[in-house]
C-alpha cells in the first residue's frame, strides 16, 4: 500500500457549502451514489450511506463521473471541491437485512440503480460536522450524518437492466458484473455490488465499498484474462509512458503469455541521488493467476489490471506485463483508486514505443526513468520476479 501523502495546504481553504446550509434537515439530490462503510459492528451491521450534494439538481451526477472529469481536465482541487459536498447521509443496517429489505435500504438500492438523480428529503439526527473523508481505495466525500428520516420526494427512475439483475437471485454476482459491464461504468458497478443488488440471494449482503470496489476490478480482469489467453503474443517488445495527477506509469509489454507484475514507488522532490531506496511495494501473478490477495500494492493493483486487461483485449493480444507505478507530490490529495484506472489508461495512448530486443526496450525504460523523474530503476528491474522468470527460461533455452 502506498503511504498516505501529506494533505494539500489548500485544503483547509475548501468551503464545505453544506456547513452553511445544513442544521439537522435538508433537501439533496443524489447522484445518484450510495456508500456502505467498512467498519463493521461485530461483523454483523455496517453504516450505510446516501450522498448527495445540496444543490444543482440537473448536474448532481457530475459530483460521482470520474469519465467526466478525466474527459473535462478536472484538476485535483476541483474533485475534491466537488465531493466535499457530498453529504453523507447514513444509517446502520445488519449486513444481510438485504434479503429481507427495510423501507431504508429499498431506498438506497432504488437510488443505487437509478439513472439520473433523484431528490431526497433528510433529516439528520445531529448538525454536521466539517469533515472530508479520504481514503487511498475509494473517493473522498463531506460530513457525514447518522439519519432520522429520509424519503424519495419524487419517483426515482430506475436503469431496467440493473433493475433485471436485482430480481434475478438465481445469477451469480460475477456474471450479472460480467453483462453489466457493457452499459455500467465499473464504479458504479461496485457501488451495485456493495448496496447487495446482485448475486444469489442467499448470500446476497451489504459488503464495504472499499472491498467492492476491487471485488469489481478484480471480476472484470478475469473475466478479461479468460478471453486474451485465447490470443496470440505481441509480435515486439512495447513501452508505454504516461501521467495523471501526478501518477506516473511505466508499462512494459513482452512477447510471452500473460503474467502481471506491478511496482508502487513514492519519489520525493529531493531525492538525494538517483539510486537512493524509496518506498516500493510489489506483487505479481503468473499464467495461472493470484492464489491469494495482493497485500503489498492491494487495490491498486487490480486497478492498474484491469486497464492494462482493456488494452490487451482492445489488441487481441495477449502479453506479459510489467508496470512501474511512482507517485509524485503532484498527487496532492489521494483520490481511489479511479486514479490508478486513469492513469494506465491515459498512459497507454500517451507515448507508445516499440523494440525488437529485450534489451533495447530495458535500455530506453532505464534512460526514460532517470530522464523524467531523476530515478534509477535498475534495483527494481534486478528484483523484478518477471524479468527474473524470463532471464531463468533464456538460460534453459541455451543449455537445451
Known amino acids: 500500500m502506498m503511504p498516505n501523502k501529506p494533505k494539500s495546504p489548500w485544503i483547509k481553504d475548501i468551503k464545505i457549502k453544506a456547513l452553511d446550509l445544513v442544521s439537522t434537515d435538508y433537501t439533496g439530490n443524489s447522484p445518484p ?50 465531493r466535499a459536498n457530498l453529504i453523507n447521509a447514513r444509517k446502520q443496517q445488519g449486513i444481510f437485512d438485504v434479503r429481507n429489505s427495510s423501507k431504508f435500504l ?53 436503469n431496467q437492466k440493473i433493475e433485471k439483475v436485482f430480481y434475478d437471485t438465481d445469477l451469480k454476482a460475477a456474471d450479472a458484473i ?3 459491464r457493457k452499459s455500467v461504468p465499473e464504479y458504479q458497478l461496485s457501488q451495485l455490488m456493495s448496496i447487495g443488488i446482485m448475486g444469489l440471494k442467499k448470500n446476497r449482503k451489504l459488503v464495504p465499498s472499499k472491498w467492492s470496489i476491487t471485488a469489481t476490478d478484480d471480476i472484470i480482469s478475469k473475466n478479461y484474462i479468460n478471453e486474451i489467453k485465447n490470443y ?27 503474467s502481471y507484475e506491478l511496482f508502487e514507488s513514492s519519489i520525493p522532490d529531493n531525492l538525494p541521488r538517483p539510486d537512493s531506496d524509496v518506498y516500493t511495494a510489489t506483487d505479481y501473478e503468473n499464467y495461472d493467476g493470484r492464489k491469494s490477495y495482493a497485500d503489498n500494492t492491494v487495490g491498486g493493483y487490480y486497478a492498474a489490471r484491469l486497464s492494462l486487461l482493456e488494452e490487451l483485449k482492445k489488441l487481441r493480444s495477449q502479453a506479459s506485463c510489467l508496470l512501474l507505478r511512482y507517485v509524485t507530490s503532484e498527487y496532492s490529495v489521494p ?31 532505464r534512460n526514460l526513468v532517470l530522464t523524467r523523474l531523476r530515478y534509477d530503476i535498475n534495483a527494481q528491474l534486478k528484483n523484478s520476479i518477471l524479468l527474473n522468470r524470463f532471464n531463468s527460461q533464456t538460460k534453459l533455452n541455451n543449455f537445451f
Request: charged residues 25%.
Open 33 to 82: 451514489t450510495v456508500f456502505v462503510g467498512s467498519k463493521y459492528i461485530n461483523l454483523k451491521k455496517a453504516n450505510v450511506g446516501i450522498l448527495s450534494p445540496l444543490e444543482n439538481k440537473e448536474e448532481a451526477w457530475k459530483y460521482d463521473n470520474p469519465y467526466y472529469w478525466y474527459n473535462n481536465s478536472y484538476d485535483i482541487k476541483k474533485i475534491v471541491e466537488l
Open 106 to 158: 429499498e431506498l438506497a438500492q432504488e437510488i443505487a440503480m437509478s439513472f439520473r438523480p433523484t431528490t431526497i428529503d433528510v433529516q439528520l439526527e445531529k448538525k454536521l460536522i466539517p469533515k472530508i473523508n479520504m481514503d487511498s481505495i475509494h473517493l473522498p466525500f463531506g460530513p457525514s450524518g447518522n439519519i432520522k428520516s429520509i424519503e424519495a420526494t419524487e419517483n426515482i427512475k430506475v
Open 178 to 180: 460480467v453483462d453489466l
Open 232 to 258: 496470440n503474443v505481441i509480435n515486439n517488445y512495447r513501452l508505454y509512458f504516461g501521467n495523471y495527477f501526478g501518477n506516473y506509469y511505466l508499462i512494459l509489454m513482452f512477447p510471452d503469455v500473460w
Open 335 to 365: 483520490l481511489g483508486v479511479f486514479v490508478v484506472r486513469q492513469a494506465v489508461r491515459k498512459s497507454l495512448v500517451s507515448e507508445k514505443y516499440e523494440f525488437n530486443s529485450k534489451k533495447e526496450m530495458l535500455d530506453f525504460a
